[in-house]
Structure formats: structure tokens, C-alpha cells
């Protein structure tokens, strides 16, 4: 059974950068898939940040292109996100989940998600 | 970019209702377009893909129909476990991008 954890620092300063990771069991990031973050402010809607192909390939929400950084690490089988200059607006709870996209069959779905963490950004 | 909008943003009904929510793509989106049930304080679950494709181990009072635009998510019988928000996403092009939702309740 796959399974996918955040972890990282529940409040961030403004101006700093939110730091998270995403630690999966059950599948090897190496074999495949893409993994995403996903963001929820609280009480409001579903926002894409950005996703990482297994080999390092990287897709961002343009709204947050310029702040955004995804990194893969296969050798501790996770993946992780960096969002800078943070501001109130940031504060949400970020999801990692798996991206089952297969172009032919015109699939592309989040199948398995974490729980979620919730980051304040307040100083 | 590619936005998506549901109607309504909430929904009261009573159990064993036939429940009905749109979702309207910005642009033609063809079949790209999947639904998400959320309860609170827990991640998404995907029910259906490819607008109308039930995903493994989900009841079938769940459906969904469309293409092009304007899409459909039907709960054929209303369950009290139904009590979630519904997203609806597409994946026809970069950003994906989701629904505001709708949430539902038990009247």
C-alpha cells in the first residue's frame, strides 16, 4: 500500500522560506509516476503548486513559478518542496500526493495523497 | 489558464436524494476532467476519472457524465456518509487547476 507523509515546521516567519518534505512507502519514486504538492487555504479551495516526474523533470502553477522550487531524492525515496517569501497569504495545508498521468489511455489523476500539514505564516 | 467553475457551491439534501453538480471548464476540455470527494479535516479521494470512469472500490450511486465544457457529478441515492465537499479538475492542460467545490449537507 503506498503511502505518502509531510513533514516540516508548522509556522514560518514572512519573508522566509517554507520548507517541506514528502516521505513515500509502499513504491519507489524511481520506478515511475510524477508527485505533487498541493495547497488548501483554510476553509477555501484546491490549488496545484507544481509537480516533479521521477526523473527530476519539474511542472509549477505559473502563480507560483517564481517562488517554487520541487527537488526529488530517490535515495531516501522522497520528495520535497521550497516556497520563498512567504506571506500570510501562504498559509495553508500543503498535501503531497502521487500524480498517475498515462498520456495514451488519457489518464491523469492524484490516486494517493498524505494527510496534510498545515503551515501558518506569521511572524 | 483554465478555470473551473461548480454550481452550486453548496447543497442541502435529504438522505436517499438524487444529488446533482456541475462543473463548467473555461474551455474545451474534451474528457480531462476528474471529481474529488473531501470530508473535513481529511485529504481528497478521487471517485471519478476521465469524467465518467468510477475508480476502483467506489459505490456506483456515484456517476459522471460530459465533455466539452459542461460536466455532471451524480449521487443516484444520497448515504449520510456522502456528507463531504466535491471538487471537480481538469487535466487538459497545465496549471491543473480545481473547482471552488461544493459542500454538502444533510438536510
Known amino acids: 500500500q503506498v503511502q505518502l507523509q509531510e513533514s516540516g515546521p508548522g509556522l514560518v516567519k514572512p519573508s522566509e522560506t517554507l520548507s517541506l518534505t514528502c516521505a513515500v512507502s509502499?513504491?519507489?519514486?524511481?520506478?515511475?509516476?510524477?508527485w505533487g504538492w498541493i495547497r488548501q487555504p483554510p476553509g477555501k479551495g484546491l490549488e496545484w503548486i507544481g509537480s516533479?516526474?521521477?526523473?527530476?523533470?519539474?511542472y509549477y502553477n505559473p502563480s507560483l513559478k517564481s517562488r517554487v522550487t520541487i527537488s526529488v531524492d530517490t535515495s531516501k525515496n522522497q520528495f520535497s518542496l521550497k516556497l520563498s517569501s512567504v506571506t500570510a497569504a501562504d498559509t495553508a495545508v500543503y498535501y503531497c500526493?502521487?500524480?498517475?498521468?498515462?498520456?495514451?489511455?488519457?489518464?491523469?489523476?492524484?490516486?494517493?495523497w498524505g494527510q496534510g500539514t498545515l503551515v501558518t505564516v506569521s511572524s | 489558464d483554465i478555470q473551473m467553475t461548480q454550481s452550486p457551491s453548496s447543497l442541502s439534501a435529504s438522505v436517499g436524494d438524487r444529488v446533482t453538480i456541475t462543473c463548467q471548464a473555461s474551455?474545451?476540455?474534451?474528457?480531462?476532467l476528474n471529481w474529488y470527494q473531501q470530508k473535513p479535516g481529511k485529504a481528497p479521494k478521487l471517485l471519478i476519472y476521465d469524467a465518467s470512469n468510477l475508480e476502483t472500490g467506489v459505490p456506483s450511486r456515484f456517476s459522471g457524465s460530459g465533455s466539452g465544457t459542461d460536466f455532471t457529478f451524480t449521487i443516484s441515492s444520497l448515504q449520510p456518509e456522502d456528507i463531504a465537499t466535491y471538487y471537480c479538475q481538469q487535466y487538459d492542460n497545465l496549471p491543473l487547476a480545481f473547482g471552488q467545490g461544493t459542500k454538502l449537507e444533510i438536510k
Open positions: 516533479i516526474y521521477h526523473s527530476g523533470s519539474t
Open positions: 500526493a502521487r500524480r498517475l498521468k498515462v498520456a495514451a489511455a488519457g489518464r491523469d489523476y492524484f490516486d494517493y
Open positions: 474551455q474545451d476540455i474534451s474528457n480531462y
Open positions: 509502499g513504491y519507489s519514486i524511481s520506478s515511475g509516476y510524477y
